[in-house]
């Protein structure tokens, strides 16, 4: 058949096949995913569609009709088990698919909790596909006791659902805060408050030792502190892995992901990668976004490069989250900050992240206009007085002036 291959049906995957038709690619795209439904958003699987507010349907990035009205085949529930880069060919068991390019938008999959503490007791969950969430709905009556170990933001959307359905929530950290590996003190100490004002039992510095079960089943839980505590299910959200085995396979080279150059090309002629499971040149490493705005950004770079662009791919992140009547949401990147401004007035907050004078990426709790200036001072390469960004009285859009 030849022609472009995509392999991974999330939001990367989706994000490219659309592209390479609006680009002008008229030959044949093929679009493989191991999930037996059409492409869908990720991030109302924790929040409203777990509450119950979302329909199914209103999940599915775009009607199935689009891809055949595209002439885009769509594989669904099909699982590729090998690449040859050398003869341009992929295989699905024991059919093969030839390929003129391959894209890879495998994304990542869940860490999960080893057998051995527990991990393979019924009533265990984690946070990442349609069928999980679907798996777990039922657990979510009110009065059960859900444990969520992890304090990222996968566990704390999660509880605020917990708590909003009536549920006993007691959230886990075995960092000593919440949000440690990607927020400031400032932003943890904001969420830990809110979460503990909605009757969460937020617990850091505390990990688990192991869940306890009854006939296959979880029925508590022991911590790392000796306390034992009874649970009726566990929600793990522990990070996330890149999806990496089908190229280590292929002999890709990996690092920190899939990686890729500038351009979205991995190692191998004819193969790019992008979304969560590919990494790409960043300040003299290679770095790996884990978010939907990086996920369509990079593939729609990685599409126009399959046809001969030659654009290396330059992120601006952002990212929002919503808990309870919370909406947090952040632009930019911080690694590296050394200093961070605090703005409040009105029910409004912000914090400002800074490298010396260099201003990095900015957390906006229910301030939706810092967050839309940061995201535009970021993107014409401005930092703003720190002074004035910190004075409520400054009319923040007066710094892009």
């Known amino acids: 058949m030849g022609g472009i291959v995509v392999v991974g049906a999330g939001q990367a995957g989706a994000a490219l096949v659309a592209k390479l038709r609006v680009?002008?690619?008229?030959?044949?795209?093929?679009?493989?995913?191991?999930?037996?439904?059409?492409?869908?958003?990720?991030?109302?699987?924790?929040?409203?569609?777990l509450l119950g507010e979302l329909p199914k349907e209103r999940l599915f990035l775009r009607p199935e009709t689009f891809y055949a009205e595209q002439g885009i085949t769509l594989r669904l529930g099909a699982a590729v088990t090998g690449i040859d880069t050398d003869a341009c060919r992929l295989m699905l068991g024991d059919e093969a698919l030839d390929y003129d390019q391959l894209a890879l938008t495998t994304g990542a999959t869940?860490?999960?909790?080893?057998?051995?503490?527990?991990?393979?007791?019924?009533?265990?969950?984690?946070?990442?596909?349609?069928?999980d969430i679907d798996a777990m709905a039922p657990e979510f009556a009110p009065g059960r006791r859900v444990l969520i170990v992890g304090g990222g933001y996968i566990g704390l959307e999660a509880a605020a659902v917990a708590r909003q359905r009536g549920l006993e929530v007691t959230l886990i950290e075995a960092a000593p805060r919440i949000l440690q590996r990607v927020a400031a003190p400032e932003t943890a100490d904001y969420m830990r408050e809110l979460h503990g004002a909605q009757g969460v039992h937020l617990r850091e510095s505390c990990g688990l030792k192991r869940l306890l079960g009854s006939e296959g089943r979880v029925t508590g839980a022991l911590l790392a502190d000796g306390d034992q505590i009874a649970v009726d299910f566990v929600i793990v959200g522990i990070g996330v892995s890149p999806a990496t085995a089908l190229a280590?396979?292929?002999?890709?080279?990996?690092?920190?992901g899939i990686a890729t150059d500038a351009l979205g090309r991995t190692s191998a002629s004819f193969v790019w990668?992008?979304?969560d499971c590919?990494?790409?040149?960043?300040?003299g490493g290679q770095i790996r976004l884990e978010s939907v705005q990086n996920a369509i950004d990079q593939a729609e770079c990685v599409a126009a490069n399959m046809l001969g662009?030659?654009?290396?791919?330059a992120p601006l992140p952002w990212f929002w989250s919503d808990q309870y009547d919370l909406k947090l949401q952040i632009a930019g990147l911080n690694t590296g900050y050394d200093r961070v401004v605090t703005r409040q007035s009105a029910g409004r907050r912000s914090h400002w992240y800074y490298a010396g004078a260099r201003f990095l990426a900015v957390d906006a709790m229910n301030d939706p206009r810092a967050f839309m200036l940061g995201k535009r001072l970021l993107e014409a390469g401005r930092s703003p007085d720190p002074v004035l960004v910190a004075d409520p009285a400054c009319d923040l859009k007066t710094l892009l002036a």
């Open 278 to 283: 590919a990494s790409f040149p960043w300040a």
């Open 23 to 49: 680009l002008g690619y008229d030959g044949p795209l093929t679009l493989i995913g191991d999930e037996p439904v059409p492409p869908y958003q990720r991030p109302p699987l924790s929040k409203k569609y």
């Open 110 to 131: 869940p860490r999960r909790l080893p057998r051995a503490v527990g991990g393979g007791l019924a009533g265990v969950y984690c946070v990442r596909t349609l069928s």
């Open 309 to 313: 662009a030659g654009q290396a791919y």
């Open 273 to 275: 990668a992008a979304g």
């Open 248 to 256: 280590e396979g292929a002999g890709l080279r990996l690092e920190n």
